[in-house]
């Protein structure tokens, strides 16, 4: 199994009256979110199933990711359980995926810091200290890794973000 987890790109802090939930995607975030799109496609990755936060900038990223690498929007499953999911809320919704009768073989995860972080952290046993914004781990689960997943389960393939390879 593989998964693909990333953090939203930059939003934006613009208003005040805005709830967290509401906060929309700056230009950076705009800007970002479809080029990590592109950098996945050519890494080959090739989700059977994404999940999102339904928090705006989180669906915003998803929805820009989903479009450079071909998935179909209407194919995104919205998780109230990955606004704000830590560890135990990135496991509860890949047992959710995992109870289908057809279950995805790579799943792509939307969500949010410090749970993104926590959870790459989880599955490779690795220090990140902090997934920036738009990153993405792409993770392979050994094949005799049991669910729920044990920490270091995963074996981390690619770790993506915008300032990768930038020049300065």
Same mark, same amino acid.
Request: hydrophobic share 40%; aromatic share 8%.
């Given at each position: 199994?593989?998964? +693909?987890?990333?953090?939203? #790109? !930059?939003?934006?802090?613009?208003?005040?009256?805005?709830?967290?939930?509401? *906060?929309?995607?700056?230009?950076?975030? =705009? !800007?970002?979110?479809? =080029?990590?799109?592109?950098?996945?496609?050519?890494?080959?990755? #090739?989700?059977?199933? +994404?999940?999102?936060?339904?928090? @705006? *900038?989180?669906?915003?990223?998803?929805?820009?990711?989903?479009?450079? +690498?071909?998935?179909?929007?209407?194919?995104?499953? $919205?998780? =109230?359980?990955?606004?704000?999911?830590?560890? %135990?809320?990135?496991?509860?919704?890949?047992? #959710?995926?995992?109870?289908?009768?057809?279950?995805? *073989?790579?799943?792509? @995860?939307?969500?949010? %810091?410090?749970?993104?972080?926590?959870?790459?952290?989880?599955?490779?046993?690795? *220090?990140?200290?902090? $997934?920036?914004?738009?990153?993405?781990?792409?993770?392979?689960?050994?094949?005799? #890794?049991?669910?729920?997943?044990?920490?270091?389960?995963?074996? @981390?393939?690619?770790?993506?973000?915008? !300032? !990768? %390879?930038?020049? =300065?």
């Amino acid at each position: 199994m593989r998964l +693909i987890v990333m953090r939203h #790109a !930059k939003s934006s802090w613009n208003s005040a009256a805005l709830s967290d939930f509401d *906060r929309p995607l700056n230009r950076r975030g =705009e !800007k970002d979110a479809p =080029e990590m799109g592109r950098r996945l496609q050519a890494l080959g990755v #090739a989700p059977d199933a +994404i999940v999102t936060s339904p928090a @705006l *900038r989180v669906r915003s990223t998803c929805e820009f990711v989903a479009a450079a +690498i071909g998935f179909p929007e209407e194919k995104i499953v $919205v998780d =109230e359980t990955l606004y704000g999911a830590g560890t %135990n809320g990135f496991l509860d919704v890949i047992a #959710a995926l995992r109870r289908r009768d057809d279950p995805p *073989r790579e799943i792509m @995860l939307f969500g949010h %810091n410090p749970g993104v972080t926590e959870f790459v952290e989880f599955l490779t046993a690795s *220090r990140f200290g902090n $997934v920036p914004t738009c990153g993405a781990a792409v993770i392979d689960i050994v094949s005799h #890794a049991g669910f729920p997943f044990a920490a270091g389960s995963g074996s @981390l393939v690619e770790f993506e973000f915008p !300032k !990768k %390879n930038r020049p =300065e």
